[in-house]
């Protein structure tokens, strides 16, 4: 019982990372058309700016997670206006290519800039704090209370703020969102900010939760990020939040010994690779998408 | 080495004409159907491990266990194309990101059966070392002893190598510039344009589709095998995913839709890629090699976006024929 309830707080952060990117990139699919397969570069940004400002500069670990959010966000919002605006309108293929490309270069800009060598914050990972019956490592102890404050600020922006209420609007249906007077041009340069600085804050929780990291880091979840997309169905931004949750806990879940002697963990990955492929049989508009032509 | 090492160059051209069968995969899915396929890689990892295995543990001959090989790539493509050529392009986009991550994966983690990080190598453990490459290194021999009687001593078993690379790589293209002409690759372009207008002309979109995936993902795995046999000795670091971008360098260099600029663009790049590998002299002496590698990475994102960006038509390509418009 204990391990099943430590496997569900491990999975509820890993899945909460996943969440925070996952709302990112799929409203960013939603609004923008763009597969964004430089997400998981966002993340990696984010865990190096954190470094950089808690290691050499010797910052606490929560003004690191600010600046790195806002570093992000800065980072998104100048890819936008350098790059992916000037290309607008030219199709899923050509702006898959594109942020692909945009990927490769930020992640050996980070390769060369900080090298191979594994790296790890300035705080102590041997500490393992009690609560209750529950283990839970320095990592969780800082990813859970983030989580449990950013998710629902998450959903209560998209649910009652005019700038949230608009994203889904032009997520939803760009043209109509148009003529309803939606400034669309603004909503596209906001969900760039709003995926920035949540891919930032999920990157330093990623970073932090590992323990140690390389450059590598946002690229190895990237597939992940993506099935959360398609599972909370692409631009559902509630979608998103609920799937990436569930994603992180049924990946951990299944390594229970209860669930049939337990799934050996080096396979948590190929669990989520068999649900994606599942849910593009069965299912391609996600859990709670509505049945269209895709 | 340097440049005047003969060597050299021919390591350079063998290359070139792997990349010429790896390009020319994608260039079946992404340039006549419009399947953007970014983990061409796990073809070829997929089918080289197939090999491998097969020859090692199950002691195959070589030819049974390449067409076995290539069998499993054909099979990661219907994996991976029935549940996604029905639905938008990004779906196989995501499907194909994921797949090559796994297949990787897998070959790292799965040491009882892949050797792990060792790669081929350990495929029976850390302590017995045996090569799955014996028989094909025999054929070289034997082509290049065959060679020797109209090359004399100019025959050796890499330039037997280079012509077997290249006599494949040359009627590989001679066949798919066919097949880009035939009725089959007209309806691949027709569907690539205009899906709809394919759909009501009477085509099955979807089979098309998967056909050209699958066709591709065969193609994918002949180039894993090469590339293996080349080397000698691989491990899941040789099946990076950049590798596949490598491939969309290579045909985005010929503006995406020029089959003739493939073998153009593999051996420029491949020129490009050894060279700034193995030579060390002025402007590369600056940066040791570890660095380059990911200059050379960040190069190649550099130049898709920049291609993208300002010509995406490629440098030998036609604007009027683009498919990256849509």
């Not at chain 2, 180039?223 to 950049?242: H, M």
Request: a positive charge; hydrophobic letters at 60%; proline letters at 4%.
């Amino acid at each position: 019982m204990t391990q099943f309830a430590e496997l569900v707080v491990t999975g509820l952060v890993t899945g909460a990372v996943l969440a925070l990117a996952g709302v990112g990139a799929s409203l960013v699919f939603g609004i923008q058309r763009i597969p964004n397969f430089a997400h998981g570069e966002y993340l990696t940004f984010a865990a190096y700016l954190a470094f950089l400002l808690n290691v050499p500069f010797g910052q606490n670990l929560v003004a690191a997670t600010a600046g790195a959010i806002a570093g992000t966000a800065l980072l998104a919002i100048g890819i936008h206006f350098v790059v992916l605006r000037p290309l607008r309108g030219r199709g899923l293929v050509a702006m898959s290519l594109v942020t692909a490309g945009l990927a490769l270069m930020l992640r050996d800009v980070v390769f060369l800039v900080a090298g191979t060598q594994v790296r790890q914050y300035a705080i102590d990972q041997t500490k393992v704090f009690a609560l209750g019956f529950l283990r839970i490592s320095p990592g969780e102890a800082v990813a859970i209370p983030i989580a449990t404050v950013v998710l629902p600020a998450v959903a209560l922006l998209l649910a009652r703020t005019p700038m949230g209420k608009s994203m889904r609007a032009v997520a939803d249906n760009r043209d109509l969102a148009a003529i309803s007077g939606i400034d669309v041009e603004r909503v596209g340069v906001h969900v760039w900010l709003l995926a920035g600085a949540l891919a930032g804050l999920g990157g330093v929780m990623l970073a932090v939760v590992e323990g140690t990291f390389d450059p590598n880091l946002g690229f190895q979840v990237l597939f992940l990020i993506f099935t959360t997309v398609v599972l909370g169905g692409i631009g559902n931004a509630y979608g998103a939040l609920v799937a990436g949750l569930v994603l992180g806990v049924a990946m951990d879940l299944a390594t229970w010994n209860g669930f049939f002697g337990g799934l050996d963990a080096q396979y948590k990955p190929v669990l989520a690779f068999c649900v994606l492929i599942v849910l593009l049989l069965v299912r391609p508009q996600g859990l709670f998408g509505r049945a269209t032509v895709l | 080495m340097d440049v005047f090492n003969p060597a050299f160059w021919t390591f350079v051209a063998i290359m070139a004409g792997i990349y010429v069968v790896l390009a020319l995969g994608l260039y079946v899915q992404f340039s006549l159907a419009g399947l953007p396929n970014f983990g061409h890689v796990a073809f070829m990892a997929v089918a080289a491990y197939t090999m491998a295995i097969l020859v090692v543990r199950a002691a195959m001959p070589l030819p049974v266990a390449a067409i076995f090989g290539l069998v499993a790539a054909v099979a990661l493509g219907c994996l991976l194309g029935i549940p996604s050529v029905r639905l938008r392009a990004d779906y196989l986009a995501i499907a194909s990101v994921a797949a090559g991550e796994m297949v990787r994966y897998l070959a790292t983690n799965l040491s009882w059966l892949t050797g792990g990080p060792l790669g081929s190598v350990g495929l029976l453990g850390p302590a017995r070392f045996v090569s799955y490459n014996a028989g094909w290194q025999d054929l070289l021999d034997r082509l290049s002893r065959a060679l020797s009687s109209v090359l004399g001593s100019a025959a050796t078993p890499d330039r037997a190598m280079l012509l077997v690379v290249w006599s494949l790589a040359g009627a590989l293209l001679w066949v798919f510039r066919r097949l880009e002409r035939s009725p089959w690759g007209r309806v691949l372009r027709a569907i690539r344009e205009d899906e709809t207008a394919a759909t009501a002309v009477g085509k099955h979109v979807a089979a098309f589709k998967l056909q050209a995936l699958l066709l591709g993902a065969a193609l994918g795995g002949l180039a894993g095998l090469l590339l293996a046999w080349q080397i000698g000795v691989f491990s899941p670091n040789d099946f990076e995913p950049t590798l596949t971008f490598y491939a969309y360098l290579i045909l985005i260099f010929g503006g995406m839709n020029r089959l003739w600029a493939i073998p153009v663009g593999a051996a420029v790049f491949s020129l490009l890629y050894t060279g700034t590998q193995f030579l060390t002299f002025f402007p590369l002496s600056l940066v040791d090699s570890g660095s380059r590698a990911f200059l050379r990475l960040f190069s190649v994102g550099f130049l898709l976006v920049l291609f993208m960006m300002i010509r995406p038509q490629g440098l030998l390509g036609n604007r009027r024929e683009l498919l990256l418009e849509k």
